[in-house]
């Protein structure tokens, strides 16, 4: 389902929860050729102020773009601008629930801006950001 902008308001939201792996980030490091070690080696990120193995943020964040691609507004949404805060490391096993807030609409442009968090299973803020978002025409 896909919501044009004159089918969304100030304030809607929509929500997707996951909990993130030790395979979803090899998955990411192979895909992405991003092997920092900081992801991939335990000895290493012993050493490092996360003391253990973190999730790619850029991961973690893609997040937001399955609420607006598959969710809300939906099927036909393009993604025209991001900037993201990363302010508490993702650990393999901590469900992420990323939450985007229509905070404004340009109607003459067609695009809304979102508010963008991610908390943890601890309700930690993890990452923040926001948005905008071209919706479907119809």
């Keep these: 389902m896909s919501k044009s902008i004159h089918e969304i308001s100030i304030g809607d939201y929509e929500t997707f929860t996951k909990k993130f792996t030790e395979d979803d980030t090899e998955k990411y490091a192979n895909l992405t050729q991003d092997f920092n ?49 990363f302010k508490k490391p993702v650990y ?27 908390i943890n299973q601890l309700g930690e803020t993890v990452i923040e950001g926001q948005a905008e978002i071209m919706p479907p025409r119809e």
């Excluded at 000895?43 to 893609?62: E, Q």
């Design 92 to 118: 393999f096993g901590d469900e992420i629930t990323a939450k985007v807030t229509v905070s404004e609409i340009i109607i003459e442009r067609n695009r809304v801006i979102f508010e963008c968090v991610s």
């Design 37 to 85: 070690p900081a992801h991939m080696d335990e000895d290493y990120a012993s050493k490092t102020m996360f003391k253990k193995r973190i999730v790619h943020g850029m991961l973690v964040s893609s997040m937001f773009s399955t609420i607006f691609g598959m969710k809300f507004p939906g099927v036909g949404s393009i993604y025209t601008k991001q900037s993201l805060k």
